[in-house]
């Protein structure tokens, strides 16, 4: 019979040196990405990197102003493209500092609420064996017996909200009590409340939109939710244009009150709305009361006059057209631009000529004074300055425009010419002003317009509790004091007639200045059994 001998297996190798240093490396980069001084720089750095988006216009906000600063800066400008300057919210170097503030966030807070919650669990620590050498500190002798004693000072910790452990001791009993411990569940709120903010803001980006609209009172100026439809609009990365709600809106009437100084008192839009292709319904709608719909918020946040003029050709062609003028100043001085590009057509060629389309620019006052601006926002005595240009309005070259103002360009070239003289013509309702060639433009009128910011953000509600609980945490955090508290109940020495010595000592936390007098008081309710 062969014994075959059984031979141990080697031991495993060693991981590689390289390993080890990898590992390490990870460890330690973890470590300081959780730190709470990391945290705090990526804050920083978050409040810095935004600055970028209040200086240079947004793409997202206003592309008109974009493609201005293109004009006036044509050499920085693709700079800032490839830096992601008009874009800045959205860029990759921001991301990246929001996800790292993120990570950070929630690689201090986990490791900080265990430790919270197992603090929270254990029993108060010990009483250390001397006293005196504690920022406070109390001796006295009572009669009680060193039992009593200890369950007495116990108890009336226990009234002041203490959290007490009372403990035998051989020479006799101690009583350990600490409070404060809403100074850290402050903490970490506040922390978990940046958190959820920040995922609400995340996510309200991603998945949420908005738009502006200048809606002018009347059944044939209403506006459907199309994008085509919105002044300016912004769809989040995760929305489509067909994801907007079916909903349509007619401003019916606005009303507004001013004070006698000018300022307005109240004012509120009605609207018949209709919602899913359902019957219209009237709503009234002020700036601190939104119109709530399925789906998206119209928030009122702004009005003024649009001004109807209507241009009658050569050729005995008319166009009547309503265009809103922007005020400029609180007395609702307000400016705005007419265009007639298809105008002045010969009907037996069927032919436009550029160069005899219309355009007028000036002002409108609702109240007019002695000078160039309104003296009130209210339409006492109405009045529109207008300066009609003749030519190119450059509108067919592609190139986006301000629909409030006309091409400067064109008027700089001379392809724009003004035909109306250095001064504006004053027109009343109702007055007509005949030009140069014979044609003719009337003022009409005025309506009121309201100016709509309609918006959807499906964690709103995540941002507004997360903003509520910040302040709930940094309030507890900011007033919160940690401190702890012990007595030692003695049996009194052998010489004296009986009773207990009583000793106390004291320990904030914190820097918390009234700990001296609650820690007097605790003495004195302990001393007399009062709490």
């Excluded at 430790?115 to 009669?143: C, G, K, V």
């Excluded at 001064?423 to 044609?439: C, I, M």
């Excluded at 005025?446 to 509790?465: E, F, G, M, N």
Aim: one cysteine or more; proline letters at 7%; charged letters at 20%.
């Amino acid at each position: 019979m062969t014994v075959v001998e059984e031979r141990p297996a080697p031991p495993a190798a060693p991981p590689p040196k390289r390993l080890h240093r990898l590992w390490a490396l990870l460890r330690n980069s973890w470590r300081q990405l959780t730190s709470m001084r990391t945290a705090l720089v990526l804050l920083f750095l978050l409040a810095v990197a935004a600055i970028p988006g209040s200086v240079f216009p947004q793409r997202a906000v206003d592309s008109q102003r974009v493609t201005e600063y293109y004009a006036a800066h044509p050499k920085l400008s693709p700079w800032l493209e490839r830096l992601g300057g008009f874009e800045v919210y959205g860029s990759p170097w921001f991301a990246s500092i929001y996800l790292l503030l993120f990570t950070s966030l929630i690689g201090c807070v986990l490791p900080r609420l265990r430790d919270h919650a197992r603090a929270l669990r254990q029993a108060p620590p010990e009483a250390p064996r001397r006293f005196e050498r504690l920022p406070l500190s109390f001796s006295t002798s009572i009669s009680p017996a060193p039992e009593e004693t200890a369950a007495r000072v116990a108890r009336v910790l226990r009234k002041h909200r203490f959290r007490t452990k009372l403990r035998e001791q051989e020479a006799g009993w101690t009583v350990s009590a600490e409070k404060g411990y809403l100074k850290e569940t402050g903490n970490l709120l506040f922390h978990f409340a940046l958190l959820a903010v920040l995922i609400g803001v995340g996510f309200g980006h991603w998945y949420g939109w908005h738009g502006n609209r200048i809606l002018v009172a009347g059944a044939d100026q209403g506006f459907c939710d199309t994008l085509a439809q919105y002044d300016d609009s912004t769809l989040g990365p995760r929305v489509d244009a067909a994801d907007l709600p079916n909903f349509c809106l007619t401003l019916d009437r606005f009303d507004v009150r001013y004070q006698s100084t000018g300022q307005p008192k109240t004012f509120s839009a009605t609207v018949s709305v209709s919602e899913d292709d359902g019957p219209d319904k009237v709503r009234k709608f002020t700036v601190n009361d939104p119109l709530r719909l399925h789906g998206a918020n119209v928030h009122l946040i702004g009005h003024g006059y649009a001004v109807t003029m209507r241009y009658t050709d050569r050729f005995g062609a008319s166009q009547t057209k309503t265009v809103p003028f922007l005020p400029v100043d609180g007395m609702f001085t307000s400016e705005g631009v007419a265009q007639f590009p298809d105008v002045n057509i010969d009907p037996k060629t069927d032919k436009r000529d550029p160069a005899l389309q219309m355009g007028f620019e000036g002002r409108y006052l609702p109240t007019v004074g002695t000078g160039a601006t309104s003296t009130f926002p209210a339409e006492n005595a109405p009045a529109l300055f207008l300066t009609a240009y003749r030519g190119d309005l450059g509108l067919d070259v592609g190139t986006p425009g301000s629909v409030y103002s006309l091409d400067q360009g064109q008027i700089a070239t001379g392809d724009l010419k003004n035909v109306s003289g250095a001064r504006p013509h004053e027109l009343k309702v109702g007055d007509s002003w005949t030009l140069d060639d014979g044609t003719k433009l009337e003022f009409l009128g005025t309506r009121p317009y309201a100016t709509l910011s309609i918006r959807y953000d499906p964690t709103q509600t995540l941002v507004l509790i997360g903003a509520a609980l910040g302040l709930i945490g940094l309030t507890l955090s900011l007033f919160g004091h940690r401190r702890r508290v012990w007595f030692r109940a003695l049996p009194a020495s052998a010489g004296s007639s009986g009773g207990t010595l009583l000793t106390a000592g004291g320990l904030p936390r914190t820097d918390y200045p009234g700990f001296a007098d609650e820690f007097a008081a605790l003495v004195k309710a302990a001393e007399e059994g009062k709490s």
